[in-house]
Each structure stands twice: as C-alpha cells, then as structure tokens.
C-alpha cells in the first residue's frame, strides 16, 4: 500500500514538473531580400488562425529587417506542440499584404515548409520537449 502511495505521488510529482517545463525556442529566418520593414514572427500553438491572424497567434515578435537573415528567440515556453509563420512586413504596415486574387504580395514562410501552398498547422507543427529547439525558416512567396 505504502509502495502504491509513494509511486502515484512520484507520478503525479513527475506529471507537475512536466507541466511547468519551460524552454525556448531560437528562430532564424533566412533568404531576406531587404532591409525595409520588420519581420513578424507569430508562434502558434493551435491550428485556428494559423498562419496570418496575428490576434490569435500565442507569441508574436517583431524584428528590424536585415538582408540575409535576423534572429529571435522565443523564451519561458511551456513544452507542447507549436507551429511558426512568418512575414517581411517590407511597408512596416503590421499586415499581410496581399493582391486582388489573395495571394500574399510580402514574402513570408512558416516552420517545415517547402515549396508553394498555403502553410498548414499540420505540416508546419513541431513540438518544444527540450531546453532550447532551433527552428529555421526560409523567407519564400507561398500562395
């Protein structure tokens, strides 16, 4: 009985722990074409408003542009699943400019992505179970 006790406690000790766990995660955005604007960064950790609605995104960053590549880190995150998109805001107007049939008219990229296609929760999920995760995106015209 005793031994019964003492293995729920360490479990529920344990599943406490796990909960309060935090990490970070370090982003590096790629392939900027220009030091206009500011990269926005919009860390998710459901599929509603991925990848644009800024509102509903869990984190947002943003960052002054630099030809080549910027960096941002994401910190005291709980360990879970999480998704990240990302937008030369190259006119600085905090908003996905988009063109008169709906495709983005900024570059933008999100975590996992390749090639062209709206980026989905689905594929561009990862999960944070560590200290530190590095994620690399790539800045690309997806529509």
């Known amino acids: 009985m005793k031994r019964t006790i003492l293995l729920s ?3 529920l000790a344990g599943s406490v722990l796990n909960c309060l766990a935090q990490g970070a995660i370090e982003v590096t ?3 900027i074409k220009s030091d206009k604007g500011k990269i926005i960064l919009m860390l998710f950790d459901q599929a509603d408003g991925f990848p644009s609605e800024k509102d ?4 947002r960053a943003k960052v002054q542009a630099r030809n080549g590549e910027v ?6 995150l709980p360990y879970q ?3 990240l998109s990302v937008v030369h805001d190259e006119n600085d107007n905090d908003e996905i ?8 008219k900024e570059r933008i990229g999100a975590s996992h992505q390749t090639g062209f296609g709206k980026p989905s929760f689905e594929k561009s999920k990862f999960t944070l179970s560590e200290t530190q ?4 995106i790539k ?3 997806v529509n």
């Open 56 to 59: 509903v995104a869990f984190k």
């Open 81 to 83: 699943t999480y998704a």
């Open 97 to 104: 400019d988009k063109n008169f049939v709906g495709f983005p």
């Open 139 to 141: 800045m690309e015209f």
């Open 9 to 11: 406690i360490a479990c």
């Open 29 to 31: 955005v790629s392939d």
């Open 71 to 76: 960096h941002h880190t994401f910190t005291d």
């Open 133 to 136: 995760k590095v994620v690399e």
